[in-house]
């Protein structure tokens, strides 16, 4: 009996199941239109751009989505163990790389939340009813609806700053998360990539 199938099967890379990969990719492509529509905002406000409130409205319809994403990761990653990370990889690489997962999935819950906040304190909120993408209307959280302008302004300025901030670790820890999956890839030729691949 020949031992090639055995070392065939013994060399495949362990995958994340396909429901984690879609999931995976659908918030990646999320954040990364987030950060693009995010980042326009000051350039759109400065030419009084008519297409600001449309990238706003779109910003938050994304925002949203994600969050709803990443709750659902969080439940499949709960019920469902991932494979083991690669052998070979130092205990340095290994602790960074926990360290960066669960900095990314409280980032990825963060961002969105207190941009939500940020917004259900908008004291103009009530001129302009939120629906997610322009279609399916959606709710504001109620925690602001009683206090006056001023107190709206303030909750306002504070968690729009703690957006800020966030969305700014974010993106940090963003860059760390693909630059240590090309690291892998690329010169240490573990198959990092392949393990998060259709």
């Not at 495949?12 to 429901?19: E, L, N």
């Not at 990719?25 to 008519?50: C, M, R």
């Not at 908008?122 to 009683?146: I, M, N, Y």
């Amino acid at each position: 009996m020949s031992s090639r199938p055995i070392s065939n099967l013994a060399s495949q890379p362990s995958r994340y199941s396909a429901v984690a990969v879609v999931l995976h990719w659908l918030v990646a492509i999320g954040i990364i239109l987030n950060i693009k529509y995010g980042l326009s905002f000051d350039a759109l406000e400065e030419t009084h751009s008519p297409l600001l409130r449309p990238a706003i409205d779109m910003h938050k319809s994304i925002g949203i989505t994600v969050l709803g994403l990443v709750l659902l990761r969080v439940l499949w990653r709960v019920s469902h163990r991932p494979p083991p990370l690669e052998e070979g990889l130092a205990v340095w690489e290994k602790k960074l790389s926990a360290g960066i997962h669960h900095l990314l999935y409280l980032l990825m819950v963060a961002v969105p939340l207190t941009g939500w906040l940020h917004d259900s304190a908008w004291k103009g909120a009530s001129g302009h009813p939120f629906e997610l993408f322009h279609t399916v209307p959606f709710f504001r959280l109620p925690l602001f609806g009683a206090m006056d302008g001023a107190t709206k302004d303030h909750w306002h300025d504070i968690l729009g700053a703690m957006h800020s901030f966030a969305s700014w670790a974010l993106i940090g820890a963003v860059a760390l998360h693909v630059a240590g999956a090309l690291k892998h890839s690329l010169i240490d030729r573990k198959p990092s990539l392949r393990r998060m691949w259709f």
